[in-house]
Each structure stands twice: as C-alpha cells, then as structure tokens.
C-alpha cells in the first residue's frame, strides 16, 4: 500500500516534481565494438523520508498532497505506518492530509492504537444511516443511467433489505446487478438472490467480524438490550447487569464508538448496525 501511494504520487504530480532516477557505471568494455553496463541505484532512504521529500517538492510548487484510504484495516502494519508517519509530517508542518473511511468497528480499533491515538483528534464524520428515498432513488437511477430496466417490486425488496446501510447498498445493488450482467432487465428473481447473497456476505463479513471483537461484558451489555424491542434506557440496563451507572456508561460508549448501538435520546441507545441484534440472538441459543 505504501508503494502504491508513493508510486501514484511520483505519477500524478510528474509535472511538479523531480522524480528521475540516478545510475552507475559497473563496467565497461573495450572489445572490438564496446560495451557499457548500468545498473540503477535504489534509493535507501525510508518511505516516510521518501515521501517527505516528494511533499516538499510539492509544497515548493505551491500545492500539497491528499492520501485518501478506503476500507481501513487496522490489522495492517502498513496502516498504522501510514497513520504515524502522517503524524510525522503534520508536526513538521508540510502541506499534506489523510481521509480515511471504514466500517465503525474498524475505525474504532484504528483510533484505539496506542501509536496513532492522535488520530481521535481528527474530525469525523458519521454517514449513519441512509434514507429509503435515497436509497430507492440511488438504485433506479444507477439502473437507468446504464440503460437497464428493474423489476418495481425487487427495487422495493431490496430497499427495505438494506435497511438505510452504505454497505448494503453497495452490496445488494453489485449483487443483484451482476447475476444477469447480460440481460437489459434486473428482474424480481435477481434481487431475490441478490439480497441473500448480500445477506449471506454481511453475516460473514461483518457481523461475524463484530461479534468476535466483543469482549465478554460487550456481550453481556448486547444482550441485556435483548430484553427490550426498540430502546433501551440506561437505568433498566444498570439493574439488569448489575453494574453501577460508571460502569454501564463505559460499555455503551464502546459500544457506539463501534457503531453496533446508537443514541435515541437522553438516556436511550438502540442497535444501530442493521441485522446485528437478529445475529446476536442466534448466537445466543446456540
């Protein structure tokens, strides 16, 4: 990843700064025709001071640099250098910014590591959920603007199947896209299978993922919210788990932190991550 940032960077700002590379002689012949060999030499410097070099060419140009990451994996080494060394350069005062996105979960675990705890200082921005007219209305239009008909009923289904989330929406709408490719019309069927397989995909990747970064008082949390239908308040969850009002409040702001409840108001959190609250459930009675 950090290559590629580099190399993507050298690419599109060729017109701004010296990117060529230095060779050496290592042999020459004198034989009947000649001969001259060079071999490239690589520069032994770090990433970061690479690319601090390439931002102050930038910044002697009159312009800066914007590093944009999507689907955050606080599992990579390469991010958290990517997060530190970004720090690094913000502290010298270059002319630089990093946009991330990623699932709530995954952004909370980023911004929880000890070596990049500076990024919970950066702003953030919460996509929530997404209105059903937005989502009715991305679909049909994606569908019409690449000359494609869609079953009204199936457009229907899969609008209350997304339930308002981002990655559904991408998901059911590739899915149901992709199974007749070839066909003019995306019919009732198609978003049918469509919507299992997203179905099947949002289990595996991410509430199955969500469920496993649960410490056991998250799940014990989780599930005292089980009791109720829709909200639960904060009072009813210190009786049900026993824990003083400190304690409760700890795990609920985790919990939101990780976007799997939200707030509904003063005192009142509900399940916020669409399908987590069947899920946990399950997991439960096993």
């Not at 059903?132 to 569908?143: F, K, M, N, S």
């Not at 795990?251 to 932190?257: P, T």
């Not at 976007?259 to 459930?281: H, K, N, Q, S």
Request: charged letters at 30%; a negative charge; one cysteine or more.
């Amino acid at each position: 990843m950090l290559e590629e940032i580099e190399f993507g960077t050298k690419r599109a700002a060729a017109h701004l700064i010296d990117s060529s590379y230095h060779f050496e002689v290592t042999g020459l012949g004198i034989a009947p025709l000649g001969s001259i060999e060079v071999n490239r030499v690589h520069d032994a410097s770090t990433w970061r001071y690479r690319m601090s070099d390439i931002i102050d060419q930038l910044n002697g140009a009159g312009t800066g640099l914007l590093v944009t990451v999507d689907e955050v994996d606080p599992t990579l080494d390469e991010m958290i250098q990517l997060a530190a060394t970004y720090q690094h350069f913000v502290t010298d005062g270059k002319r630089v910014a990093l946009l991330m996105a990623g699932l709530p979960n995954n952004v909370s675990t980023l911004l929880n590591h000890k070596t990049v705890s500076f990024l919970r200082r950066a702003q953030q921005y919460h996509l929530g959920r997404i209105a059903d007219y937005d989502v009715r209305e991305a679909l049909i239009r994606t569908i019409q603007e690449n000359d494609r008909l869609a079953d009204a009923e199936g457009i229907d289904r899969a609008v209350r199947s997304i339930s308002g989330f981002p990655f559904l929406l991408q998901l059911v709408g590739y899915r149901a896209w992709d199974l007749t490719s070839d066909s003019k019309e995306i019919s009732s069927r198609d978003f049918d299978l469509g919507i299992k397989i997203a179905r099947d995909e949002m289990d595996d990747r991410i509430l199955a993922a969500t469920y496993r970064e649960l410490t056991a008082e998250d799940k014990r949390f989780l599930i005292a919210m089980l009791d109720d239908e829709e909200e639960s308040t904060t009072a009813d969850l210190v009786e049900r788990l026993k824990r003083s009002p400190q304690q409760v409040s700890r795990y609920r702001r985790r919990m939101i932190d990780a976007g799997i409840i939200g707030e509904r108001g003063r005192g009142l959190v509900a399940f916020e991550l669409p399908f987590f609250r069947d899920y946990l459930a399950a997991q439960c009675v096993k």
